[in-house]
T-cell receptor, first 113, second 116 residues
């Protein structure tokens, strides 16, 4: 079985500041990890994913995430926040033969001027 | 390329009534998923289809929920009768391939259901 914990249901940053959204996972087999963004009244959109290979993954809109096996983490970062980044962010994990993703509860990113 | 389409976008019903949601995946996508997203939580998979066959419906409450994908293209999800706890956003997603654990899922905008 796998699980995902997103620390902080809300994260507030100033425009231009560093964005850091935390995700820790639990999996008994090597995981595949995903970050999705959900804008109000819209479906989820994939930001980036880690399957194998390079542990630093670059995604769309300037986001990136690093898979750290020793810390069981996959934190999402962006050097400089934009007002348009305000949204809900979900971390998800699948593992091995399980194609059913487990999602975290989500983190709401608030960007203020 | 058109995305995943869902209708209606919003639905308000009273408990014990029936409701149906429709989803049209991206053209050519073989695998289709229905998720339930309760307010403040992440999406939870209800059912997965590959073409017109059910791959996994282990988390579908079959006493009241049903889903079909008759021609391997669009799909309907039905709740009959609805309960208050069914209030949620119902998301449809699709993947091009067979739904491997590394596949990218493309999500529709969802249907927000409110049960009074």
């Amino acid at each position: 079985a796998q699980s995902v914990t997103q620390l902080g249901s809300h994260v507030s940053v100033s425009e231009g500041a560093l964005v850091l959204l935390r995700c820790n996972y639990s999996s008994s087999v090597p995981p595949y990890l995903f970050w999705y963004v959900q804008y109000p009244n819209q479906g989820l959109q994939l930001l980036l994913k880690y399957t194998t290979g390079a542990t630093l993954v670059k995604g769309i809109n300037g986001f990136e995430a690093e898979f750290k096996k020793s810390e069981t983490s996959f934190h999402l970062t962006k050097p400089s926040a934009h007002m348009s980044d305000a949204a809900e962010y979900f971390c998800a994990v699948t593992a091995g033969g399980s194609y059913i993703p487990t999602f975290g509860r989500g983190t709401s990113l608030i960007v203020h001027p | 390329e058109a995305g995943v389409a869902q209708s209606p976008r919003y639905k308000i019903i009273e408990k014990r009534q029936s409701v149906a949601f429709w989803c049209n995946p991206i053209s050519g996508h073989a695998t289709l998923y229905w998720y339930q997203q309760i307010l403040g939580q992440g999406p939870k998979l209800l059912i997965q289809f590959q073409n017109n066959g059910v791959v996994d419906d282990s988390q579908l409450p079959k006493d009241r929920f049903s889903a079909e994908r008759l021609k391997g293209v669009d799909s309907t999800l039905k709740i009959q009768p609805a309960k208050l706890e069914d209030s949620a956003v119902y998301l449809c997603a699709s993947t091009l391939g067979a739904g491997l654990s590394t596949d990218t899922q493309y999500f529709g905008p969802g249907t927000r259901l409110t049960v009074l």
